[in-house]
């Protein structure tokens, strides 16, 4: 098993009216980009309960991805607002707890015009995650 190289699974939660969008257009124009986020659609980044992560990291997920609208730009005004307090407020606890696990955990912008950058980002976040290998809380569990 230490033969075969290391596969990421990144659960991506994606805001409908702008990263899914982006993700789409992204998807449509063929832009190449690495087949390890699995797609969650929400209707806003702020949408997203910390629960909904700590579900996925204790679910297996290696990384997770939020990704919604710029600020200033959410369809419901202050939603992006939210998810970036959530965030702050799950990586402090991941210090708190010790888990290691602020850098498997990200929050970005992407417009819905933006499929470049959203294929930058899955991009980037990819490459750090494999270099820092499987989640230690499935290995953990799972031993």
């Known amino acids: 098993m230490e033969n075969q190289a290391f596969t990421p699974r990144i659960v991506g939660f994606l805001c409908n009216w702008c990263t899914y969008a982006a993700a789409d257009s992204a998807g449509v124009s063929r832009f190449k980009m690495p087949p390890s986020v699995m797609v969650v659609r929400v209707m806003c980044s702020g949408r997203v ?21 710029w600020p200033g730009q959410c369809h419901y005004q202050k939603g992006n607002l939210h998810a970036r307090r959530r965030t702050a407020l799950l990586k ?52």
């Open 92 to 143: 402090s606890i991941f210090d708190t707890l010790e888990l290691e696990m602020a850098d498997r955990f990200r929050l970005s912008w992407v417009s819905a015009s933006e499929a470049p950058r959203f294929v930058q980002v899955v991009k980037e976040f990819t490459d750090q995650i494999e270099q820092a290998g499987p989640s230690p809380i499935c290995d953990e569990l799972f031993l």
């Open 49 to 69: 309960d910390p629960l909904f992560v700590l579900t996925a990291f204790f679910s297996g997920a290696d990384g997770v991805l939020i990704s919604g609208c």
